[in-house]
């Protein structure tokens, strides 16, 4: 929701309806971006969707008749959603205002969306700009400039040649979920050798100086069938993909670090070449590659920008936010000022709890609870429960937009503890258990732990950078014994909880301006212990969108080992909890492990 040229909400749909990427119409997104606003449907001026459909059909057809008769299963598929609600967007996006809407509807292009959300809340006056994902109408990147209140998008990738889906298809091939399961490649990666590197860009890809490419498409099945791959794909890599939950051999590791290494590598022959194109020293990314933390802190080292700045919700959900931007500077014509450190507001954009609904809802479940009013003794109390080994489940202020928990909707750890990781993972998280966990670090102590720039800022978390060698723990010796997920077993630094194996890892920054009482919280622990590092995850279980009111916090609580839970200033020990039954937990998790 953009109001006068401000961001004042965004919310995605799943946060509400606890579906994960719900697809469905985003009824509770928009009432509570409404009501956030203090607007009714009657007083928008313009509704912005992120694309346009009646293009993006056109690439369906046009895909289907180009892959004929192969093709029929996946269009067939498709082609029900299409014909009852996508193509007659106007009328769904009316309806779901209740009819009370009757101005223009905008339809932006995928990438321009996009590009206006990397650049219209970034802090610079002009930039260069770079879109990278699987597919809009027909464009998979783009890249081109923005200048005050505008963008200028002068290149583009076309469908099937797609990096995003170069990266997905690998995904697919190594058992995990298209779409959702990308962060768990990259997580994979470092535990292997980079081996199929060479196979990749012979076999798969004609790259270009520039970073441009085309993929051989007889080794993918994406545009005509239901796989991401296909046959030829099995005999280039020794066998059929991954069968999910099964586990993971060397070839996975070696495929992940393999195709990370090309995804890398590809990405920096873009920005290079833009940069000499457009020879500016500010680079803004968007689209669902940009998430790629590991890539982002490459780019930000070996690249030639001096400054990068990526859309927190970089992939389709902030599509609309940059929809909306792009509608109010460059079609209406509204001057822009960048805003200073952005216009994101610390994507702190969602619902914010209130204590007295807190407190009815923890009076109405019987849930014992501590109040601390004074906001000094309440950070100190945290702080010394996380140093005592305690898992904190924190729920405070504005949930984030995006895919990172920010420290609205986290779940907190002490990295110094070499086993929270594994205790995060496997009896908090449920997730696999090589996944690894970022830390959140004062921002003028970033330099101090990490090998970035002086006072390095990165308070979305779409920075890697590696852990500085006087912070490492010498394991030469043993390193070379291990493999694959053995390495797991290696204590690398004096933050272990979130070192990975390659001593990387993904920084979150905090301040005082942006940050309020999580600031406040890393001080206190920073006192109290020295260390200005904790572990900072998404509040949630693995399948589970990040909870987003404090009744979902308190289930997902009970449901798992968190042991204290911070409800803005209310404190809930697990040990004074009601027990829930092991069939209302497995009930619980059974709704997520669905993937």
């Not at 469905?24 to 928008?44: E, K, T």
């Not at 206006?116 to 783009?142: K, M, N, Y």
């Not at 101090?448 to 394991?475: G, N």
Request: hydrophobic residues 40%; proline residues 6%.
């Amino acid at each position: 929701m953009v109001v006068d040229g401000r961001v004042v909400a965004a919310a995605q749909e799943e946060r509400f309806t606890r579906i994960k990427h719900d697809a469905g119409f985003p009824r509770q997104a928009i009432d509570y971006c409404l009501s956030a606003a203090g607007l009714s449907p009657d007083q928008v001026d313009y509704v912005s969707y992120y694309e346009k459909p009646l293009l993006k059909f056109d690439r369906l057809i046009e895909t289907y008749l180009a892959y004929a008769p192969r093709g029929f299963r996946s269009f067939l598929a498709a082609l029900p959603i299409w014909l009852k609600k996508k193509l007659h967007l106007r009328r769904e996006i009316r309806n779901g205002l209740g009819g009370q809407f009757t101005r223009q509807i905008i339809f932006p292009e995928h990438h321009e969306s996009h590009a206006a959300s990397a650049f219209f809340p970034s802090p610079f006056d002009e930039a260069a700009i770079l879109t990278v994902d699987g597919v809009g109408e027909w464009a998979t990147a783009t890249w081109g400039t923005g200048h005050e209140n505008r963008i200028h998008l002068s290149h583009e990738l076309r469908f099937p040649h797609s990096l995003g889906m170069l990266y997905s298809a690998f995904t697919y091939f190594c058992g995990f979920k298209v779409n959702s399961g990308e962060y768990k490649l990259m997580g994979l990666a470092p535990y292997g050798q980079p081996r199929y590197a060479d196979l990749i860009r012979d076999k798969l890809l004609d790259i270009k100086p520039d970073g441009s490419f085309r993929m051989n498409m007889q080794y993918f099945n994406y545009c005509a069938g239901l796989t991401m791959t296909s046959s030829r794909f099995d005999q280039l890599f020794g066998g059929p993909s991954r069968r999910p939950e099964s586990p993971l051999t060397d070839r996975e590791m070696d495929l992940a670090a393999s195709i990370q290494l090309v995804t890398e590598e590809l990405l920096l022959k873009m920005i290079h070449h833009i940069h000499r194109e457009t020879k500016q020293k500010n680079l803004c990314l968007a689209g669902g590659v940009a998430l790629n933390c590991v890539a982002n802190g490459r780019i930000l080292r070996e690249g030639p920008f001096e400054s990068i700045w990526i859309q927190p919700a970089a992939g389709d959900a902030g599509g609309a936010l940059g929809a909306a931007l792009l509608t109010w500077h460059q079609l209406l014509g509204n001057p822009r000022v960048p805003q200073q450190p952005d216009g994101q507001s610390g994507s702190f954009l969602g619902p914010m709890p209130d204590e007295t609904a807190i407190r009815q809802h923890l009076e109405r479940v019987n849930a014992p609870f501590e109040y601390i009013a004074d906001e000094d003794a309440f950070c100190q109390k945290i702080a010394e429960l996380i140093a005592a080994g305690k898992v904190i489940g924190w729920v405070q202020g504005r949930m984030e937009f995006g895919p990172r928990s920010l420290g609205a909707r986290s779940i907190l750890g002490d990295a110094r503890n070499p086993t929270m990781q594994s205790v995060m993972n496997l009896k908090i998280k449920f997730r696999e258990s090589f996944r690894p966990f970022a830390p959140v670090v004062l921002q003028d102590r970033v330099q101090d732990y990490f090998e970035t720039r002086s006072h390095e800022s990165s308070p979305y978390m779409l920075l890697v950078a590696p852990v500085r060698p006087d912070h490492r723990t010498e394991t030469i010796s043993t390193e070379s014994q291990a493999s694959g997920l053995d390495k797991l077993k290696l204590v690398r630094s004096d933050i272990p909880a979130v070192t990975h194996v390659d001593y990387s890892a993904r920084i979150q920054t905090v301040d005082a301006n942006r940050h309020g009482r999580f600031y406040r919280l890393l001080k206190a622990f920073e006192a109290l212990t020295g260390c200005p590092v904790l572990i900072n995850t998404s509040f949630n279980v693995r399948g589970e969108p990040i909870v987003c009111r404090p009744d979902e916090a308190y289930r997902c609580f009970l449901a798992t080992n968190i042991d204290v839970l911070v409800l803005e200033k209310f404190v809930l020990y697990k040990e004074q909890q009601p027990k829930l039954s092991p069939e209302a937990v497995e009930g619980y998790l059974k709704q997520f492990f669905l993937d």
